[in-house]
């Protein structure tokens, strides 16, 4: 309120894909106070702990503030005018060996330039964003089940399930304002049951009625145990599947759509997978088997199913996506609210940027691929490019690209530069050793990295550039549920940080003034010509009027055009700023009003359906609005516990800290819940090796070795032959040692399990 002489606006927050809305107070060009959103619906005024203190996050001791040269072996201050000479001169000597990889926290309009910049611009499609690590799995998943991305369900489902199934996922601590929603109708006398299935008991667990303990990897017998036990019982939803359903199968050498199959086959090939069988494979009990085909049997209950990174990094993540999908399409718990199949984000934008922008190696904004003809031609007419401009040829993903970067020109690496945004590959790579401690490969090699803060990726780069963050520029942002939201530049960046979308442009421009071909349109036109009121043209260079010209409503209007080629109709930017985010497709009624479409495919919510189609799957695989039941077989993970490796080692996430801390870690409150990484074990793994809390331990894989205290009975606690350790700490990287091994559908790499060996220092 003015009597608090704050001024107040409001924007999303920065950190997770939940997406929670929060209030910002800004007094003298400073944030001082957040609170949560009352008119928001993903949070009705809550936030977990990171939330309330996201302010603090633009304000740690050691912003960066300029942009820095590595020079004989130390980064020094350069001018923006050189710091963009440097970049524009490498991609003009070399366009074909330049890649930019990117992230689910670019909002949307920084995603769509730097796309359009690599696709439309340099013809070498090599832009990938981290979301790869994260939900690639998700996305083919999604794909391969309804012919097109993102989850059909949203939040609401929440509000409205007889039973909430986490797979794999402990919402407690990644989505806590999520799984609030949940307890907080438990708490008024509401009936719900909720089940955990994972491999290691959490903050989750606590609150779960049941929890069923899985051998790593073997959720897949799992799902596949209800599809047999569906079809054995007679349980199964044969109306559902006749109307909406055909059948696929998974195929020696895997593809995103496999190849046609029955019912009959379906069943045939489930024939194996009886509770016995699948408590073998899982140890999960063969009555809890029982128990999860007669509940997904019922047609009295509704059942919502969530998941996240458990089954997403996963080399089997693209199959464990598909057979949760079919096994709420079997049963028919598919298609009313409260009744979904839905994975969750870790980014505030893996969908609104990373999915729905089309930053990922093969994609095109809107749904549309580059290896298809008359969508690159769509996106040529769009951005006035001349025919051909866009290459047929899928970019690198993630893993390809930074193993092209990191091995040298004469062994074949062909990627010389790449500018990271917004991400920290240093510190989340898997395998990190392998990729940047072969300094022969990495001769020759240009690293760019914009960032806020000294990071693990700073400390490899060749040039540093200083980056605005969250309100500090003006953002849009896409939740899990399909929700985009907007929010206006509230203080100014500190020093000379700027936004990366104006970093790519003022690259863009540089190299146009330069003559490369490919910043130019087909009239000539520069491919990122900003525009003012008056239709006249602002040059990047004028800094200060750089916001007041919006080039985020700009690029965005742009962009809007695109998500009508897939259904995806986002609103108009002006809606947007009225709102607190908008589920797409959001569609223009007779009255002129913007509504939303909270329930995708349903004809009580989706407008697309046709009427009397009750669910239909508009863009389906088989041209025929029907969904994809897939039979994809268990099979044994990459590597497990053998002699000399005897143990899981899995990878996560704390509540207190987002992601590689780098955030987080500079806010005091959080710093001091959660100071640093620990490894954590049963209590009787640790007896054996004679390890007590506190200690130091030495968890080795076949990729190296790293030292870590001992925490025991903290929050959560692994099975006996399991460790895990949470993966924010900079100091302690993890994923130095963990496993490169990738899905081969999506190109996900696995973190959640490795073979390892633990023992006292
Ligand atoms: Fe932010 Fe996620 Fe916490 Fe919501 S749940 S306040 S989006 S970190």
Redesign the pocket.
């Known amino acids: 309120t003015a009597a608090d002489g704050l001024k107040w606006d409001k924007a999303p ?1 920065r ?2 894909g ?3 809305h929060v209030r910002v107070g800004v007094k003298d060009d400073k944030v001082v106070a957040i609170q949560g959103e009352q008119l928001a619906d993903v ?1 009705k005024g809550l ?2 702990v ?2 309330y203190h ?1 302010g603090g996050i633009l304000y740690g001791k050691d912003r960066l503030t300029q942009p820095l040269l590595r020079k004989n072996g130390k980064l020094v201050p350069i001018s923006w005018d050189e710091a963009i000479d440097v970049v524009a001169q490498r991609i003009y000597d070399k366009p074909d060996e330049f890649a930019i990889y990117g992230s689910g926290q670019w909002t949307i309009p920084e995603g769509y330039v730097a796309q359009k910049f690599i696709k439309g611009g340099l013809s070498n499609n090599h832009i990938d964003p981290n979301a790869r690590l994260c939900m690639a799995s998700a996305v083919t998943g999604y794909l391969s089940t309804h012919g097109v991305d993102e989850p059909a369900g949203c939040y609401d489902d929440l509000d409205k399930c007889d039973v909430m199934i986490m797979w794999g996922n402990n919402p407690a601590e990644m ?4 799984f609030s929603r949940v307890i907080d109708r438990r708490s008024k006398g509401e009936e719900v049951m909720l089940i955990d299935i994972g491999t290691r008991r959490t903050r989750t667990t606590e609150y779960s009625d049941e929890y069923l303990e899985f051998k790593p990897h073997s959720d897949l017998a799992i799902a596949n145990g209800i599809a047999h036990l569906l079809i054995k019982n007679g349980t199964y939803d044969k109306s559902f599947v006749e109307r909406f359903c055909n059948f696929r199968k998974d195929t020696d050498t895997p593809s995103l759509f496999g190849q046609p199959s029955t019912f009959e086959e379906y069943s045939k090939l489930l024939e194996p997978y009886t509770p016995e069988y699948v408590e073998e494979l899982s140890g999960v009990s063969a009555e809890k088997i029982r128990m999860l085909g007669e509940l997904f049997g019922r047609r009295d209950i509704r059942i919502t199913s969530l998941w996240c990174m458990g089954v997403n990094q996963h080399t089997r993540g693209t199959n464990m996506n598909r057979l949760l999908h079919g096994i709420h399409m079997l049963s028919g718990h598919f298609g009313k609210p409260g009744d979904a199949p839905t994975s969750l984000t870790g980014q ?1 934008s893996a969908c609104g940027t990373a999915r729905e922008v089309g930053t990922l190696a093969h994609a095109l904004p809107g749904g549309r691929i580059v290896a298809k003809e008359p969508h690159r031609k769509d996106c040529e007419r769009i951005w006035n490019l001349p025919e051909g401009r866009i290459n047929a040829k899928p970019g690198y993903h993630t893993v390809k690209m930074w193993e092209q970067f990191c091995t040298s020109t004469e062994e074949g690496g062909d990627v010389s530069t790449i500018w990271v945004q917004v991400t920290n590959p240093g510190h989340t790579l898997p395998n990190l050793k392998k990729h940047f401690t072969n300094k022969e490969g990495l001769k020759d090699k240009f690293l760019i990295v914009s960032e806020v803060y000294p990071t693990a990726s700073t400390k490899l780069a060749d040039l540093v550039l200083p980056a605005a963050m969250w309100v500090e520029k003006n953002g849009i942002y896409g939740n899990s549920e399909r929700r985009t939201q907007q929010w206006f530049k509230m203080v100014n960046p500190p020093g000379e940080a700027r936004d990366d979308c104006w970093m790519t442009i003022a690259v863009a421009r540089r190299l146009f003034e330069m003559g490369h071909p490919g910043m130019k349109d087909k009239d000539g036109g520069f491919i990122f010509e900003l525009k003012d009121d008056s239709g006249a043209e602002v040059p990047v260079w004028e800094w200060e009027r750089y916001y007041d010209v919006n080039v985020d409503k700009q690029l965005y209007e742009e962009y809007r055009e695109f998500t009508y080629m897939k259904h995806k109709d986002v609103a108009p930017y002006d809606e947007l700023v009225k709102a607190r985010g908008l589920r797409w497709p959001v569609v223009q009624r007779a009255n002129g009003k913007w509504e939303e479409t909270p329930f995708r495919f349903m004809e009580f919510s989706d407008s697309y359906v046709e009427k009397g189609k009750e669910l239909q799957f508009y863009h389906s695989v088989t041209g025929d609005d029907k969904a994809l039941i897939w039979f994809c077989p268990y099979d044994p993970p990459a590597e497990a516990p053998d002699q000399d490796y005897p143990m899981w080692l899995s990878t996560g996430r704390v509540l207190e800290h ?1 992601h590689t801390g780098t955030m987080t870690r500079r806010i005091p409150q959080l710093r001091n819940a959660m100071p640093h990484a620990y490894v954590e074990m049963h209590p009787e793994d640790a007896a054996e090796k004679g390890l007590a809390n506190g200690d130091l331990a030495v968890i080795e894989t076949r990729r190296g070795k790293i030292e870590m205290p001992v925490w025991l009975n903290g929050r959560g606690r692994p099975p006996r032959g399991t460790v895990f350790v949470p993966f924010f700490d900079e100091n302690l990287l993890i994923n130095d040692i963990t496993l490169g091994e990738i899905d081969p559908i999506s190109k996900e790499p696995d973190y959640k399990k490795c073979a390892a060996t633990v023992y006292k220092r």
């Open positions: 927050c950190f997770c939940t997406g929670c949070n936030l977990c990171k939330g996201v989505h806590p304002v999520l505030p987002w």
